[in-house]
């Protein structure tokens, strides 16, 4: 990208703002909604979770489209005028208010399915443009990086906040009152409005490529599109993103890691009131020890530049892992210092967890430019698009179960004291559920292969043939790491079409 802008801590911190929704809406509704319909509005298991399962998969068939409309609505008048990807983040501001809502107390089931299904449509209208602008705005490795790294420290602040602030609510008003988690929504929906307008305030996106002006002058020609044909494309182009090896890989490491977490956060809360007898705002304290991934971002910024993102994998699927088997060791033998001992391993995991929830977000910027090797065009929003529904259905799917799980395992909402046979499948939920996962997630990035210097290389061949230029110029280096990424070799890559 020819005289590209410089991106300047402010405009990446600008930039990043929005992912305080990331890191604090969905960690608040991982971690207290399934708790918040079953305690107070009298949901059970089944139907708390499947409020969730419902509006993601339906949310997420949703994000499909979006991401593909967002590549292509700079074709439209409004796109033209504020931007294809930033127009969705101006419409999307005042919409985040209706979080809020989320939290009202004795309300029905279809009031809560519907007000869930429109947050979750709210932050995909906002969440995937948004995604894709670290690589409309630089392709730049470290510029990027920068980006990524502001992004997932505010995430981590928007972390913190997610589990401290309710926290501290629940202990002001008490464990029995839901509007501690009334206020807790306001301030967060609130919160959320601002946060967007601040990023769309700091962002740009890329000038349009000679590809797309053609593309804009043919869709001035074409008077009428077939719907069928529309859609039947449409979903043959997310079934393409699967043909880039680096991006199967990374979108199941993604997917097992984050739904390990997800399932970890979901249970938390449970576990610590029901099996090891602590109150709500212990656990809500000890969710709140996030606020490690602040300092834990800034060096996870320069480790994944120096040492590339399967080291920083490793070692937070390593660490969490251990917290897991050190989190059975107290639920089995119940110290007397329990409440100690999970200040410590909380403190630890949190470091784990914040290396993990760090990585992918921060490859994800180079997936397009590995496809752009392959097709010679720039899908940002459709990778954007297909990661957004892969991580809705497998959270739907996760928290479906989840719930059915405590269904069948006995427990009963609205009881304070649970069965031996609950405490067991809440427990049980934890330790196999997120260790499985996260465990599957080591094993497959082991084989993956994306850093600094091969990114580098990979960029030079891009040049090398947009350029159309000789397949010799490439050293076997080079087209070793072409076809690891792309899993396709440099010969059929540069063949005359």
């Not at 995604?131 to 470290?142: F, K, R």
Request: net charge positive.
């Amino acid at each position: 990208m020819k005289n590209q802008k410089i991106i300047t801590i402010p405009k990446a911190i600008g930039f990043g703002m929005i992912d305080i929704i990331g890191g604090g809406a969905f960690t608040i509704i991982g971690a207290w909604l399934l708790y918040f319909f079953t305690t107070f509005v009298g949901l059970s298991p089944i139907e708390a979770a499947s409020i969730v399962a419902i509006a993601r998969i339906l949310d997420a068939i949703l994000c499909l489209f979006m991401g593909s409309f967002t590549d292509h609505f700079y074709k439209n008048k409004l796109g033209k005028k504020f931007g294809r990807r930033r127009f969705f983040l101006i419409i999307g501001a005042p919409l985040m208010l209706s979080y809020a809502l989320l939290w009202i107390n004795g309300m029905g089931y279809l009031y809560y399915l519907a007000i869930y299904l429109t947050f979750e449509v709210v932050v995909a209208m906002v969440m995937i443009p948004w995604e894709t602008l670290p690589s409309e705005m630089t392709s730049d490795y470290a510029g990027r990086t920068k980006l990524s790294t502001c992004r997932m420290f505010i995430s981590a602040v928007g972390t913190f906040m997610a589990t401290f602030v309710p926290g501290r609510l629940i202990a002001i008003y008490g464990e029995n009152d839901p509007n501690a988690y009334l206020f807790n929504g306001i301030f967060f929906a609130v919160l959320f409005m601002i946060c967007v307008i601040i990023s769309y305030f700091s962002t740009w996106e890329r000038p349009l490529t000679p590809e797309m002006l053609k593309e804009l002058e043919k869709s001035k020609a074409d008077k009428k599109v077939n719907p069928v044909i529309f859609v039947f494309g449409l979903f043959k182009e997310y079934f393409s993103t699967l043909k880039v090896r680096a991006f199967r890989k990374h979108l199941a490491i993604y997917l097992l890691s984050f739904t390990g977490k997800d399932i970890y956060n979901t249970v938390f809360v449970f576990f610590c009131v029901y099996c090891l007898t602590l109150d709500a705002s212990v656990a809500g304290s000890l969710l709140s020890l996030s606020i490690i991934g602040l300092p834990v971002t800034l060096v996870a910024g320069f480790a994944f530049v120096k040492y590339g993102p399967k080291k920083l994998l490793v070692s937070a699927y390593s660490t969490m892992l251990l917290c897991l088997a050190a989190t059975y060791f107290v639920f089995v033998f119940n110290p007397s210092s329990k409440i100690a001992i999970l200040f410590v391993i909380g403190t630890v995991y949190q470091i784990g967890r914040c290396l993990m929830e760090f990585t992918p977000w921060n490859i994800f910027p180079f997936i397009p430019d590995i496809d752009e090797m392959i097709t010679k065009k720039r899908r940002e929003g459709l990778f954007a698009a297909v990661m957004t529904f892969s991580r809705k259905t497998t959270v739907a799917l996760s928290t479906l179960c989840v719930g059915l799980i405590l269904e069948f395992g006995g427990f009963v909402q609205k009881q304070a004291d649970q069965s031996p046979e609950a405490i067991t499948t809440i427990a049980l939920i934890l330790f196999l559920g997120t260790g499985l996962l996260v465990f599957l997630a080591m094993l497959v990035t082991f084989t993956f292969n994306l850093d600094k210097e091969k990114h580098k290389l990979l960029v030079n061949a891009i040049d090398v043939l947009q350029s159309d230029g000789d397949i010799n110029q490439l050293s076997e280096e080079t087209k070793f790491i072409v076809k690891d990424l792309t899993g396709y070799p440099c010969e059929k890559l540069f063949e005359k079409k």
